[in-house]
Each structure stands twice: as structure tokens, then as C-alpha cells.
């Protein structure tokens, strides 16, 4: 199986919303500032309902905040 | 460093302060051990507050909510990742600790009986007796091996966001 890269715009989003912290992210949707951190640095992957609490938590789609690549095959 | 990791990190600490010494006294010395595990069981337990309590005085988010901070599901899966080698790790030292009783043991008995018969003391398979002292070692590697897995678990944990921290 091959692994898919997932990228996301919580960074961009955040400083769109205001210049909101990691923390006032990471409160807003139940998680640790660190796991906000590794979401941006892409080390951490959601599950689908943090994804969908995130994207809430920015008044936008899913979509707008995680873009799936497909995998390329060598 | 968050709360968790500093809390695996206080965990994995105060293991190895109380039980690195324990351990080095009770292999030796097995019949200290009845005495040695009150007092370790204790000073686990005083080091564990006090580490604890630091860790939540050091931790920011504590001081601004009196919240501990949620343990969300990147920690819960560190904390499973670190769960599957700790078992691994409890297996294999339990497996080991098996074969050394399986061959260790009886090899206790059976001196024990020659030397009864080198004395000139009548001996039958029914004296077959293992020396006091091997066992309760015996029991003491066996309680060696769980409190590997301990660190093996901790270790892990603190790894785990170690890496993410590096990243």
C-alpha cells in the first residue's frame, strides 16, 4: 500500500482567523498545543472527526483545510 | 515539553531511582526483599508526588486553568504504540525468565541433593529441594521483568514525542 500525503492550511488558516494561537486552536477543538504542532508539521495525521473540528473551528470545508495528494507510483 | 511527556519522563525517573538500587541489593541479597519492596513501593510513590507536583507548577497551561491538559488522540496513540512494546518487552522477559527457571532450577535441586549425599545423608528424588535462596532470586527477576516493561512503556512514550519535537 502505498502512503498518501495529506498537507493542510492550519497555519495559513490560523493567521487568517485573526492570528489565532496554536493554543486558542488547540483549546477550541480538545487537543494539546503539541498535537497542533504536529498537525502543522505534518508528523500527525487526524482522525477524520478532529479534521472535521478543525475545519469548524475555522467556519470552512474539510477541503480547504487538508488536501490529499495521491501517491505516485515509482 | 508538554505535560505528558514530562509526566513519562517523571515516571520513567523515579523507575529507575527506586528500582536500579532495589535491584542491585535484592539479586544480591534475596531474602532482603520483603523490606526492600515496602521501602521501594514507598519511595516510588514520594518520588511520583513529588515529580508530578513540579511537573504541574512547570506546566503553563496548569498555572493559566488548574486544568490538567487533556489527553487527546495523538497522545493516546503514542501511548498505544509505547503499550504494544512494553508488552513485547514483558514477553520476552518473561520467556527468558521462563528458560533460566527451566534450567536454572533444577540444577539448584540437584546439587542440593548431591550434597546432602556427599555428607553421607541418605537422599531419594523426594528430597529434590530448591535452595531458598534461588527462588526468591527467581521471584525477584520475575518482578525484574515487569518493571522492564515499565520502562520499556515509558521510554517509548518519551521517544515518541521526542520525535515529533525534532521534527
Redesign the interface.
Known amino acids: 500500500m502505498h502512503k498518501a500525503e495529506i498537507s493542510n492550511r492550519i497555519r495559513e488558516l490560523r493567521f487568517k482567523a485573526g492570528e489565532m494561537t496554536q ?1 486558542a486552536l488547540a483549546d477550541s477543538v ?6 497542533v ?2 498537525l502543522e ?1 505534518r ?2 495525521y ?2 477524520l472527526e ?1 479534521a472535521f473540528l478543525i475545519a469548524d473551528s475555522f467556519g470552512v470545508t474539510l477541503e480547504e483545510v487538508f488536501q490529499h495528494q495521491s501517491p505516485k507510483n515509482e | 515539553m508538554g505535560f505528558h511527556e514530562k509526566s513519562a519522563w517523571a515516571c520513567l525517573l523515579s523507575i529507575g531511582l527506586v528500582y536500579v538500587p532495589y535491584f542491585a541489593v535484592v539479586l544480591r541479597h534475596p531474602m532482603a526483599a520483603l523490606g526492600f519492596f515496602v521501602l521501594a513501593t514507598i519511595a516510588l510513590v514520594v518520588l511520583l508526588v513529588i515529580f508530578h507536583i513540579v511537573n504541574a507548577v512547570a506546566t503553563r497551561s496548569i498555572r493559566a486553568t488548574g486544568d490538567t491538559p487533556p489527553v487527546d488522540e495523538l497522545d493516546q496513540r503514542i501511548e498505544l504504540h509505547a503499550a504494544k512494546w512494553a508488552g513485547f518487552g514483558l514477553a520476552a522477559a518473561v520467556l527468558a525468565w521462563i528458560l533460566r527457571i527451566a534450567t536454572l532450577l533444577p540444577v539448584a535441586g540437584v546439587v542440593t541433593i548431591k550434597r546432602m549425599a556427599a555428607n553421607g545423608v541418605e537422599v531419594s528424588p523426594a528430597d529434590f529441594a530448591v535452595p531458598v535462596l534461588s527462588a526468591m532470586a527467581a521471584v525477584q527477576w520475575l518482578f525484574a521483568a515487569f518493571v522492564i516493561a515499565n520502562v520499556v512503556y515509558y521510554g517509548v512514550i518519551v521517544i515518541g514525542y521526542r520525535r515529533l519535537a525534532r521534527a
Open positions: 493554543q480538545g487537543v494539546t498545543r503539541q498535537t504542532i504536529a508539521r508528523k500527525y487526524p482522525s478532529l
